[in-house]
């Protein structure tokens, strides 16, 4: 019998009789050139992302810097997941429901 563990909670799942939801994040610098006269302050990150990402095309297009790109992959069991997409980057102050731990 194949167990999944759920990512949040940790709660083992059955994977026969329970379903399983798979959550894909793709984490990334927003390089985009034509907003730059709003990201000022941003200016030294944004030159770092690009000195990253020159020396990305030489070497292991894998060891592309995590800062810079990122893909995320949890398996939530369903209560996690009606949690997760309430309030998927976890803010605080959105939690007005009060949700019952069994
Ligand atoms: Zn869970």
Redesign the pocket.
């Known amino acids: 019998m194949i167990h999944f563990s759920?990512d949040?909670?940790g709660?083992e799942m059955d994977a026969e009789n329970e379903l399983r939801f798979v959550v894909k994040l793709e984490v990334y610098a927003a390089y985009d050139p034509l907003a730059q006269d709003d990201v000022d302050e941003d200016r030294d990150h944004l030159q770092e992302i690009h000195e990253i990402l020159e020396r990305s095309e030489v070497a292991d297009c894998a060891e592309i810097g995590e800062d810079v790109y990122q893909q995320l992959r949890f398996d939530?069991?369903p209560?996690?997941r009606k949690r997760f997409v309430k309030n998927p980057l976890g803010r605080k102050h959105t939690e007005q429901f009060d949700f019952s731990q069994n």
Do not use: K, P, Q
Request: charged share 25%; net charge neutral; aromatic share 0%.
């Open positions: 759920c949040l909670c709660r939530l069991c209560e996690c």
